[in-house]
């Protein structure tokens, strides 16, 4: 007799099989794409599923329903916050200000976030979910940087990191959620100056 063959399928580092991460790859780049053409209100989990040729039960093997497939698609595509030590806080100041004014006024984000907002209202799990995954590790990165540049002196000791940041994000989301428009890059370096200059401290 011959050698036996693996039948299994090739698998990465964790043991997930390849096959079904290219798959994965896919539901969330179709679901992108189907966001972008139709709008959250109108796309469904059937026609994402269809489109990207896989079916229904795939879909929800992975995501509950189309709000949690919807994050994981939008969250997966954002850019992280740079968070590189360039010795130079003003420099890195600005880097994750732009990152934050792309992040807030990209065009996913402002199709989707009202929405998901709204369904997270009604949904613990998705809201605990918006929180962890897509806010909260973004305002940590930010945080790390405006924490350096209190330990350097360049924003006074009693600088309120967290309420800077919250006043950026209400901002660049009235901006972009409702005056559909992002801050340009000269609306940005105002920013982080008038931060440098006058930044909110803890009482």
């Known amino acids: 007799m011959g050698e036996k063959r693996n039948l299994l399928p090739l698998s990465d580092e964790q043991g997930a099989p390849v096959r079904d991460l290219a798959a994965r790859e896919r539901i969330l780049a179709t679901t992108l794409r189907v966001l972008s053409r139709v709008g959250y209100p109108k796309a469904t989990v059937g026609g994402i599923a269809q489109e990207a040729g896989v079916g229904k039960a795939t879909v929800y093997r992975s995501w509950p329903h189309k709000a949690a497939l919807t994050l994981d698609a939008v969250r997966t595509r954002l850019p992280d916050i740079p968070v590189d030590d360039l010795g130079d806080s003003p420099r890195?100041?600005?880097?994750?200000a732009r990152a934050l004014a792309g992040l807030y006024g990209a065009p996913q984000v402002r199709a989707i976030l009202p929405a998901l907002i709204a369904d997270a209202a009604t949904d613990p799990e998705l809201a605990h979910r918006l929180r962890t995954e897509l806010i909260e590790p973004r305002r940590e990165r930010s945080a790390t940087v405006l924490r350096r540049a209190v330990t350097r002196g360049v924003l006074p000791a009693d600088t309120d990191v967290l309420t800077l940041l919250d006043m950026w994000?209400?901002?660049?989301?009235?901006?972009g959620l409702l005056l559909a428009g992002?801050?340009?890059?000269?609306a940005v370096h105002a920013?982080?100056?008038?931060a440098l200059a006058a930044p909110p401290r803890i009482p």
């Not at 994000?169 to 901006?175: E, I, Y």
Request: hydrophobic share 65%; proline share 0%; charged share 25%.
């Open 169 to 175: 994000a209400g901002l660049m989301l009235f901006r």
């Open 182 to 186: 992002d801050l340009d890059d000269h």
């Open 191 to 194: 920013l982080v100056a008038a």
């Open 92 to 96: 890195e100041i600005l880097a994750v």
